[in-house]
């Protein structure tokens, strides 16, 4: 197999001696209810080969330099939690969660939420105590970030189209090993931790997170940085344990010199310290950024594609703006959390007010193939390029809107064309994407 090609040069090194090692392997998603979710398909996903090989010739290649300044931006974001001294959160986004307690939310299985579960949740969020642990910390463990201090899930009616399973309102985002995070305070139950990471704030559990110091942030950062290009890896100890399942796009601290990759440990006091990561086959790891060319575009696309879709990144999978941000995290491009964020994070293009014809003629004549997003409220979807004279996305799709108000469920990342299920006498027209796209973004 082509390994995959790097661009960067630094002459600053990590020091290797005194490091155990844990072992990159090929890996699984540890299948949960989510794989059992409806996965219908269109005439798109069946006519359309679900493969972004063909539309990766049509990219246009950017420069080393190009990308260069593109990472140097990601770099700085993703450290920013480290360079915090107090959190940085206005008063309406620190407990805008609390909002919850007072509207009609249900369990998974239908039975209504008491205000009391809320208001327990509430005490637990001990926010009397906010800012004031006030210390830098690293993510140990593949993690989600809660909007409130439990695992208890919370959702609208179970009995609408895309408010039951796996919406689940308490889950904020997924988060990656080896992410730095910055800690406000704890639960009052200390079990869980209140964060701010480079592109979500929330609930951690305080088992997958340790403190760090400045010795250990200079050792992170003086080398360069590496990134998981291969998904579902398995990051084992020396003793074969599992510690983490590793997503693409999780990032790893590297030795340009040696290359040899590391990983944040945590030991019996709490602190981070580094161990040597040993990959057991290529492609599983590279120095960011890999370069933007057809097979390193073909790659990490067919590695996304197929997953199922987890609103937040629920049970280890991806949403559609989790999908876009590990897409183009390998080429050194960072986007936030959210499709909102995301559309403002490069050149954007509005196409409000525009007719379908119109919209169309736009995405073929702007967008940049492989790298542009266009952008729906709450979706987000990657420009892959044109076939037969129509644009051609890569999403992490729910599913189609339909007359009766329910949604014929693709629950994937698929690649489409912007009118899914046009084929379907029963599909409201009116909310196909080329009908609600409302702008371009291009990097």
């Not at 929330?202 to 110091?213: D, F, P, Q, S, Y």
């Not at 542009?372 to 644009?391: A, D, R």
């Not at 329910?406 to 027209?429: A, Y």
């Amino acid at each position: 197999m082509k390994n995959l090609i790097f661009t960067i040069s630094l002459i600053t090194t990590l020091s290797t001696s005194l490091y155990s090692t844990t072992i990159l392997t090929i890996g699984q998603r540890e299948k949960s209810d989510i794989d059992y979710m409806p996965s219908n398909d269109v005439k798109d996903t069946i006519e359309i080969a679900q493969d972004v090989t063909p539309f990766a010739k049509q990219a246009e290649y950017m420069s080393a330099e190009e990308q260069l300044d593109y990472d140097a931006k990601y770099n700085e974001k993703f450290f920013a939690p480290w360079s915090l001294n107090r959190m940085d959160l206005d008063e309406n986004e620190k407990t805008w969660q609390f909002m919850f307690a007072n509207r009609k939310m249900y369990h998974r299985y239908g039975d209504r939420i008491p205000k009391s579960w809320f208001d327990e949740q509430i005490k637990n969020s001990n926010f009397e105590n906010y800012d004031t642990i006030d210390k830098p910390a690293i993510i140990i463990k593949h993690s989600d970030i809660k909007l409130y201090p439990t695992d208890e899930e919370f959702y609208y009616n179970t009995n609408r189209a895309g408010e039951g399973f796996p919406f689940d309102y308490n889950q904020n985002s997924s988060i990656y090993i080896n992410t730095p995070i910055f800690i406000s305070h704890y639960s009052l139950d200390k079990k869980w931790a209140y964060i701010k990471a480079p592109f979500a704030f929330g609930w951690v559990k305080v088992e997958n997170i340790a403190l760090v110091t400045p010795s250990f942030k200079e050792k992170f950062q003086m080398g360069a940085t590496a990134i998981a290009t291969t998904d579902n890896l398995d990051l084992l100890d020396e003793n074969g344990t599992k510690i983490s399942l590793i997503k693409l796009g999780t990032i790893f601290p590297m030795n340009p010199l040696t290359k040899e990759y590391f990983t944040a440990r945590k030991d019996e006091k709490g602190y981070a310290y580094l161990d040597k990561v040993e990959p057991k086959s290529i492609n599983l790891i590279a120095r960011k950024p890999i370069k933007f060319n057809k097979f390193n575009i073909s790659y990490i696309g067919k590695q996304l594609l197929g997953e199922p879709y987890g609103w937040g990144g629920k049970l280890k999978t991806r949403d559609c703006s989790t999908l876009t941000r590990d897409f183009f995290a390998p080429f050194g491009i960072y986007l936030p959390r959210n499709s909102k964020q995301q559309a403002q994070s490069g050149e954007y293009l509005s196409l409000k007010g525009l007719s379908e014809k119109e919209k169309e003629e736009a995405i073929l004549s702007y967008g940049k193939a492989c790298r542009s997003l266009l952008v729906v409220p709450g979706h987000v979807t990657i420009y892959l390029g044109q076939k037969n004279g129509e644009p051609i996305i890569m999403h992490d799709y729910w599913g189609a809107r339909l007359k009766n108000g329910e949604k014929h469920i693709l629950g994937r990342s698929v690649i489409t064309t912007t009118k899914v299920g046009k084929e379907r006498d029963d599909i409201k027209e009116k909310s196909m994407l080329i009908n609600t796209i409302q702008g371009l973004v291009s990097f």
